[in-house]
């Protein structure tokens, strides 16, 4: 064989070496994100499904309904505040 194809063929195997080396690694990482993000997720939606009954606007709130004109005359196109 000729350097070049010498070359090319030391490349392709140290290349396929590291490509499955990396896969391997970043493979069981992934799976690690995989099942924490699956359990952060339920163990957030049982809290947020617990405390959705004690969830009510408050009627009282002055900023609440102020910031909520404000964007009513935005959306509406008013220029007065």
């Known amino acids: 064989k000729d350097n070049v194809s010498r070359l090319w063929a030391t490349y392709k195997r140290v290349a396929e070496e590291h490509d499955d080396e990396?896969?391997?690694?970043?493979?069981?990482?992934?799976d690690i994100v995989l099942v924490f993000s699956g359990l952060?997720?339920?163990?957030?939606?049982?809290?947020?499904?617990v405390m959705e009954a004690n969830l009510s606007p408050?009627?009282?709130?002055?900023?609440?309904?102020?910031?909520?004109?404000?964007?009513?005359?935005?959306?509406?196109?008013?220029?007065?505040?």
């Open 22 to 30: 990396f896969l391997e690694r970043y493979t069981s990482e992934m």
């Open 40 to 49: 952060f997720s339920a163990i957030s939606t049982s809290f947020i499904v």
């Open 58 to 81: 408050d009627s009282n709130d002055t900023t609440t309904h102020a910031l909520l004109a404000q964007l009513v005359q935005i959306g509406l196109g008013c220029s007065w505040v």
